[in-house]
Each structure stands twice: as C-alpha cells, then as structure tokens.
C-alpha cells in the first residue's frame, strides 16, 4: 500500500469542502491493496491539532460508499450519508478510516444498506469479534506515533485482515461498482434513464439494485456526482454561474442554484467567494 503521491484535486478532495486556510489536520491518504480491488478503495488517516478553545469542522459530500473507521475513542462503521457529512475536529487525535468500493457495504453489513443510511453503528456490530480484534489493533499500531508510516501501514493490514474473508466479491456487487464508476466518470449522464440503458437494467431493477446495496436511489447518484464537480468547478473561479450549471446538464442557473444550496448550506455564489484561489 503506497501513499497516493498525485497533487491533482482527486475524488476525496473533490468531495471534502475544505474551508480556506483550515492547517488543523494533515491527511495521510494510500490506494488499497491490488488483491482488495472491487472491495476496499482507499485508506485515509487524518492526524490532526486544534488549539484549546477551537474547533475545526469538516464537510463532505461522501461518496456512495461505506466507510469503517477506528479512532483513539471510537470504532465506526458508516452508512452514506445522504446530505451534507459533518464532523467536528477538537484537541489531538487520529483516526484509521477506510473507503469501501459501492460492493463491499452490503457484504460487511450482512445485508440491505437500505437500513444504514444517515447512520452509524459500532464496528462489532457488523464485524462481530473481527471489529473487537481490528480495532484493538489499529489502536496499538497507533498510539506511538500516528504520524509514522510504519503505524499507518499496520493498521491498515489489520483493516486487510479483518475483510479479506468478503473476497472475492459477488456478481450483483461488481455490477454495482460499475453502475457508480458509470455515473461517476461521464458527466454526460444526467438522467436515469441513460444508467438504464447502459446496463440493460429497467428503472425499478436499477432502484432495486440501489436501494439494496447503497440505500440509496438512482436519482441520488447522479445529483451527487453533479454537486461535488460543482463544487470542484466553483473553487477554480468560472466566469458564471450560469456557465457552471449549464456545464453540468441543469436546465438553468435558479435549479443549480436550489440544488447546491440545499445540500450545502449555502448557495454556488457564495461557495466560490469563500474558496476560490485568492479569496
């Protein structure tokens, strides 16, 4: 597992709604390892240090993914959200958390992801005494130095170790990786009906699959791949709004506008202002 070396805004920083000049944590990021491919996508590992009296909160626009996630203080595993994710930084801390490819939250949840939207639950939980083990291990790989590549790389084997038995993944799970990195990788798709005829699928067999395995919706999917190249697009400075939305397939600039803001909290013209280069 090799630190991903690129300095090009990837799929994590498009999705993380970084506040300008937030120094308060540093993200240690690595690929998966090959034999994990179609289950485990990345690993990332904030450290982070917030002076006494402050905090620094982070929002993201998650992707349609699982996440399983251990902490000095907690051991998480996450359905999608399906808004806007929140978390507050305070004081010294890390965590461990991994990504999961679109197949891989149902097989860890033992069933319908239907019932973990908006909501987490304790790693044991789902990962029965192999989440008491992970966790136990990821903290003692930590707690020296969790800034050292040696801590990350073995608390990342135990991740490896914990989820290796949901290889290899099943057929209805590469399905729907390939559903996502479809409506994830054209901007050109726009409408449900386009993910249908790709995949030979009628709209209710592609809403069942969704709902299945994401718990989530068709729709869903591609709103959110459309708000977070929004968002990577308004920190470049475009030279309208309107440029944006129509960039991006909206029918006109008042339902980009609703849409973002909606989700965000704020509208596209204001989150440009703030993170735009040079703001």
């Not at 470049?236 to 397939?249: K, R, Y």
Request: overall charge neutral; charged content about 25%.
């Amino acid at each position: 597992m090799k630190p991903d070396s690129s300095r090009s805004m990837d799929h994590i920083e498009r999705a993380h709604l970084v506040e300008p000049g937030d120094a308060s944590h540093v993200i240690h990021r690595y690929a998966a390892a090959p034999e994990f491919e179609g289950l485990l996508q990345r690993f990332w590992i904030p450290v982070w240090s917030v002076p006494p009296g402050r905090e620094a909160p982070q929002r993201v626009l998650q992707y349609p993914v699982a996440l399983l996630v251990v902490s000095s203080g907690y051991a998480r595993f996450y359905g999608v959200v399906s808004g806007l994710s929140e978390t507050t930084l305070t004081g010294e801390g890390w965590a461990v958390g991994v990504m999961c490819a679109p197949a891989a939250g149902a097989l860890v949840a033992g069933g319908p992801m239907s019932g973990y939207t908006d909501r987490f639950v304790d790693v044991a939980e789902v990962l029965g005494a192999a989440g008491e083990e992970l966790t136990a291990r990821v903290r003692a790989a930590m707690a020296p130095d969790p800034r050292s590549p040696d801590a990350h790389g073995a608390a990342m084997a135990a991740f490896g170790d914990a989820l290796r038995r949901y290889l290899p993944v099943d057929d209805e799970g590469r399905l729907v990786n390939e559903v996502v990195a479809f409506v994830e990788g054209d901007r050109e798709v726009v409408r449900v009906a386009q993910v249908c005829d790709r995949f030979g699928l009628s709209e209710r067999a592609l809403q069942r699959l969704v709902h299945r395995r994401l718990g989530l919706t068709p729709k869903w999917l591609v709103q959110r791949r459309r708000l977070q190249e929004a968002a990577e697009r308004l920190r470049g400075q475009p030279a309208s709004m309107g440029e944006v939305a129509a960039v991006l397939g909206y029918a006109d600039q008042a339902h980009f506008t609703r849409d973002f803001a909606r989700v965000t909290g704020t509208t596209p013209g204001r989150f440009a202002a703030r993170h735009a280069p040079g703001s």
